[in-house]
């Protein structure tokens, strides 16, 4: 192999920089090209790659985002636009290529893997909803940025008396939700993976939290979670009288999705980026790295990509227990 290739897929994260510098300079290391791919899949299809030396990867080990670009790319579902992105990775001699992203880019890079094209995975997702690795690159930054979105809500939070509803992102699953609940000291904490509970007994809880002299009430919600938090936002206030809290709303949004990766970020991205190359090289092909333990190792991306990760059921009822 002389020519390989590096995208980022799907939504950004950060910690996906430190990854494609890796890439980059352990490719160079072992003595072999390697391409940056523009926009995730669709710089597959349009074409838009390009060499990287050494330089072209210096100061971004700090920097938010992927310097690569990324896009959500659902042609790639289709053969005939898979079949010409193989072509023109043929037609430049590339024959191995790295894909970071969620689940959907992990699903691309199985599918290229299956039409014989030398794929590897890197797990990049704030969500953590990537099954077969603890975490994936992007979400301990995240988890933080939100931790200290939820430590000043907490302040004025205590200030005013007020119970607030933070919205925080996870569409399918509440990992982000559960974990900074947990560590934020969030009264309650919403998941879509639980059903329920209801809209009435989530007011029992502000209530009660008001009963026991709490002077806040923190119910954190996974994007996810149904019926949605305009849906409690709007039932705690008709109740809002006898509840005793006021109560705000704070949706992060894409604020969770930006900013300087963490240590163990950059430091997981450059791990995984260093292993993806090697594998690569190696002969491997449709696996993801994985971190298991303290450990990187190989998992199948048709594993990676058949469920989402479950959801750590002891620490919600730790959450519960917290309150
Ligand atoms: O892909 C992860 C994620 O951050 C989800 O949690 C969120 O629902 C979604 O991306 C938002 O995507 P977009 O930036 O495309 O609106």
Known sequence: MKRIAVLTSGGDGPGLNPCIRAVVRCGLKA???????QWGYAGLIDNDMGSLDSRAVSGILGKGGTILGTARCPEFLELQVRRQAIRHMNQRGINGLIVIGGNGSLAGAL???E?????????????N???GT?????????????????DRIKDTASSHQRAFLVEVMGRDCGYLALQSGLAGGAELILVPEREGPTLESIAEEVLDAYMRGKSHCIIVIAEGWKPGTKAVQEYLLSRREELGF????TVLGHVQRGGRPSVFDRTLGTRMGAMAVEALLSGESGKMVALRGNGLELFPLAEAVKQLKPLDSMLLELAEIMD
């Open 134 to 150: 603890d975490l994936a690159v992007g979400v301990d930054t995240t988890l933080n940025t939100i931790l200290d979105a939820i």
């Open 31 to 37: 003595g072999v090209e390697v391409f940056g791919v």
């Open 115 to 127: 039409m014989g094209f030398p794929t590897i995975g890197v797990p990049g997702s704030i969500d």
């Open 246 to 249: 006021d109560v705000r709303v």
């Open 111 to 113: 599918a290229l893997h």
């Open 129 to 131: 909803d990537i099954n």
